[in-house]
């Protein structure tokens, strides 16, 4: 997106994300509900993997993505009032709050999650997707998927 671009409705964010498949298939969502996707470094792939390019299809050439060094990068543009952590560690549930036009749902590598850190100085800003406790998480395609359906609800097809 460049200066020129309108504001995307929303931004996806994978911290250090680790598995071209799931990169590849959040990159299919953002494509299909209009979302940025935004890519913190380092990634445990090659941008250019084959196994993105499977997961995204024919939809990757269609996706605005974005790879930058560190949060504050994604922070600057959106606002750093933007952004909603996602982690199992977290206590408020994603359906509880009200999503906006431009906010920034951030999730962390696929072994570790966001660290505990970030979740402690914004824990009004923190959220989880509630799963049964025999669950350790959930993959990260499908948690992304779950929370951008959501924001991307309440915010309405044509807003």
Known sequence: ????????RLNIVLVEPEIAGNTGAVGRTCVAIGATLWLIRPLG?????RRIRRAGLDYWEHLDVRVVDHLDEVAQVVGPDRLW???TKAKVVYTDVIYGVG??????PESRGLPVRWLEER??????????PEARSLN?????????????RQMGPGR
Do not use: H, K, T
Not at 1 to 8: A, F, K, T, V
Not at 45 to 49: C, E
């Open 45 to 49: 792939f090659i941008l250019d993997d």
């Open 1 to 8: 997106m460049d200066e020129q671009s309108p504001r995307p």
């Open 140 to 152: 990260l395609a499908n948690a992304v998927s779950i929370a951008a359906y959501e924001a991307f």
């Open 123 to 132: 824990p009004d800003r923190a959220l989880r997707i509630p799963i049964r």
């Open 85 to 87: 952590f996602f982690s």
């Open 103 to 108: 906010d920034a749902l951030v999730f962390g």
